[in-house]
């Protein structure tokens, strides 16, 4: 049994259950074969794997809320510290009802390299509830998130942990859980990401995710003697990540045909109108099948069926493991050449090696999502310095650092024999940084 296989089997053994950390790591650990097996004996000896997929700490609190008739409600809070070789933790707050520790860690574990890649200073957490804010009313996610950072003030700050909105958090709870950290720790400080422009908030920021994908998304497609102009796209999802890529992508000429959400899916062929989704999306908290009651030339579909849609490009978007084998097959017949993932881990294990052996291109989550933390380190910059920057300033730093991402995941799947294999090449040059820091710091 080789190192990698013996450090995965470990994993399997102590994390039971919690299968999505075993993807990822999985998926990690078998594209650095290659460069541990370079370095098998000081690695063995340095127990470096055995440490880089053990989070530094794993925080589990209780959060007692009152709702709105006066009950007493009990939700499970954590946050996963996984790595801080290179800087403070930084990853999201995820609320939503799948939320566990298992899912944490993966989040985690995979934000390592993510953070890895943008070049900026800064480690992997993740953290989160399963607590889902969705029907829920202002003044119930307020004393939610209020409840939420009693507790998780005390293992974070801005030299420390700098948490930032996921799924189920976004400016609102952003808002809540920066006014209860000043309230409890008395510092108006950078402890917090994606927080309002009136309160050390940074342009672009919103968009970042979103822009960032479509920008090493448009880096790739030029590599390969392509452009967006004219591309069919389809996007799943219809939150910030989903709606800003289809900003960015009708930008540089494309054209999105779908988007989805938990219920189901639409489709446009005239090209989804954003102004629309927004209002639903972002004004009326809706669903998405209210799309077609306002445009008559879209269809709604219930399940998962969004792949099945031809198109050039596919961007998943929504979440973890929503695009498998059928799916990618599906894509590859009608005459997608390209998947890039906008979410954290869309694409399972199988669907990526089909994608990859069936020559389309595919860039994964690590590097192409990689926008909205290096958004958030630039948030964290700007308030180090108390200093607000331009919107155009903000995004010539996110598309150059989104430009260099791409250049380092091309350039070492090169150097090891992987040319196009930007999966191996972001895996590859995320843990080579990473790993010169944990070795210069000794065992700790």
């Not at 669903?287 to 596919?314: H, M, Q, S």
């Not at 929504?318 to 881990?345: I, R, S, W, Y």
């Not at 989550?365 to 308030?383: D, F, H, P, R």
């Amino acid at each position: 049994m080789s190192y990698t296989e013996e450090v995965y089997a470990r994993v399997v053994e102590q994390n039971p259950g919690e299968y999505e950390f075993h993807q990822a790591v999985k998926e990690v650990l078998e594209s650095l074969e290659v460069v541990i097996e370079a370095n098998e004996e000081e690695y063995r000896k340095m127990a470096l794997l055995e440490r880089l997929v053990e989070p530094e700490r794993v925080i589990s609190f209780r959060v007692p809320w009152i709702d709105d008739n006066g009950q007493v409600q009990v939700n499970k809070g954590y946050r996963v510290q996984f790595n801080s070789a290179i800087g403070p933790y930084k990853g999201g707050l995820r609320f939503h009802p799948s939320v566990n520790q298992g899912i944490l860690k993966f989040l985690g574990f995979e934000q390592i390299f993510k953070n890895s890649l943008t070049g900026l200073p800064i480690g992997g957490g993740k953290g989160g509830s399963n607590f889902d804010p969705k029907g829920k009313s202002d003044n119930e996610v307020m004393r939610f998130c209020q409840s939420f950072m009693t507790e998780l003030s005390k293992y974070i700050g801005a030299d420390q942990d700098v948490p930032a909105g996921d799924i189920g958090v976004g400016a609102r709870e952003i808002g809540y859980l920066f006014g209860q950290y000043k309230r409890n720790r008395g510092l108006y400080e950078g402890v917090l990401t994606g927080k309002g422009l009136t309160f050390g908030g940074s342009l672009v920021r919103t968009e970042a995710t979103g822009y960032g994908l479509v920008y090493i998304l448009d880096e790739m497609l030029r590599h390969h003697n392509h452009t967006l102009e004219g591309k069919t796209v389809l996007v799943s999802g219809s939150g910030n990540v989903a709606i800003y890529a289809a900003e960015k992508v009708f930008q540089l000429g494309g054209k999105v045909v779908s988007m989805s959400d938990s219920n189901g899916y639409i489709y446009d062929p005239d090209g989804i109108q954003l102004d629309i989704v927004k209002d639903i999306k972002e004004i009326r908290r809706g669903r998405i099948k209210e799309y077609v009651e306002e445009v008559p030339t879209a269809t709604f579909k219930e399940g998962k069926g969004v792949w099945t849609i031809p198109c050039d490009i596919a961007l998943p978007c929504a979440t973890q493991n929503e695009l498998g084998l059928e799916d990618a097959k599906a894509l590859k017949a009608n005459g997608c050449f390209c998947v890039c993932e906008g979410a954290n881990m869309p694409t399972t294990l199988d669907a990526t090696e089909y994608i990859q052996q069936n020559g389309m291109l595919f860039m994964p989550g690590k590097a192409s999502n990689a926008g909205g933390v290096a958004t958030s380190a630039l948030e964290m910059s700007q308030n180090s310095m108390r200093l607000s920057w331009s919107r155009e300033e903000v995004d010539e730093r996110l598309q150059r650092i989104m430009k260099d991402i791409f250049a380092k995941t091309a350039e070492a799947a090169k150097r090891y024999g992987m040319e196009g294999n930007y999966v191996a090449g972001a895996n590859i040059a995320g843990f080579e940084k990473v790993v010169a820091a944990m070795k210069a710091q000794g065992i700790v």
